[in-house]
């Protein structure tokens, strides 16, 4: 199993740890409904360092994005930086990703999942047929999430960067906490607001490495103290990230959904200037419709549901499958997503969770949730 | 890690708790609570059934996972605890107490004898 600059402090912590995309990760540390809440309501850090980071360079690496990538990077200007994902040859989703534009025209970073590190890797290098400069940084690269109303109030004293004001899917690169090179963006999974933190940290021999990740993380904690900022481990990034209707790669989006299914119209671009891969059978489902939708639906009666119960009419016909679902600690209700037939996705509509053999009434509702 | 004495216990984390010779309390043990987390629903659609040791009588689920909860002895299911429709939570701060799951009548109290001492069960978990 992989490990993070941070693994140890987790155990060191007390985690529940797990192996997640390969990985040694904390699931939580004090319990989930617990850690939602102080993320929600004051701020908490994410150990995020497993996810993967590529650097695009050179004059044909906003050419390069533009073909792989449907939302429209050209879009993008110095500090900016997008949603957007990668499409396979059937229009289905090879992964969602964020586009960093660092300098316009010539650098860029590429955010990706951390289970698909190498199937996007690949997917850039295969797609790589003009000398674009790639640089897989994902193993030398630590990445907290800082997030929760309190968050950036808390980080400030840390660094001249006026993080206060970094407006939403902006960043600045700069000096936090003692670290050079630090890339301070104003992302995250969480819908509670704050920043993500990116800084060279490396599992490599270079002892300097690990001190940037100790150095940070005891730097946010001492200036997190009297607020109370806690760690947070991945089954609240998960119950945060349901309740603002975000997808995530493997369970609400994969190889087989495409983005307008997936709810992603709005990253998907077809007209801009360069195609992106199977555009052409992303329009023409636009111009037919679309079968079947990503909703959010609510349960009435009891009963959490989970991903794969299967969606069905008060007939008992399936019309769908649920791809997440939680009791939602901030509502308190079970809340959930899932692919349903367009006919009967509509707002209100009711439908059925099977669980467990018995169908427990739901309705579909607006995301998000929260 | 509490693991009152009075009670029987499963290698699947559940404990009985005997009433008189017919009827007894059922629920998880602080250990199973503490691995699940916070416990957000304890459903159980068996009430009235009769079942063997072993049978599944209902779930537990808690944020992240569900698990089947699996009778000690068998018997019939007479009813469940109430209290953890609105407090499900319960079973994470009293999981021998407040935090039981069903009331059951044992058809073979001999049955206990399957199942493990609080030693031999701390001895399992730890």
New interface residues.
Partial sequence: MKHTPFTQKHIALGAKMAEFAGYNMPISYTGINDEHAAVRNNAGVFDVSHMGEFILKGENALDLIQRITTNDASKLTNGKAQYSCFTNNKGGIVDDLLVYCIEENKVYMLVVNAGNIAKDWNWVVQHNSNNVELHNISDKTGLLAIQGPNATKILQPLTDIDILNLKYYTFVKGTFAGVENVLISATGYTGAGGVEIYFPASSSDREDKEDNADKIWNAIFEAGRAENIKPIGLGARDTLRLEMGFCLYGNDIDDTTSPLEAGLGWITKLNKPTAFTAKEIIEKQKAEGIKRKLVGFEMIDRGIPRHDYAIKDAEGNTIGKVTSGTQSPSLGKAIGMGYVAVDNAGLDNEIFIDIRGRLIKAKIVKMPFA | MNFPAELKYTKDHEWIKIIDDKTALIGITNYAQGEL??I??V?V?TVGKTLNAEDVFG?V????T?SDLFLPVEGKILEVNSALGNNPELVNSDPYGEGWMVKIEMNNAADLDNLLSAEAYEQLVS
């Fill in positions: 987390g916070d957000v629903f459903d659609p779930t689920e808690a944020v992240k569900v």
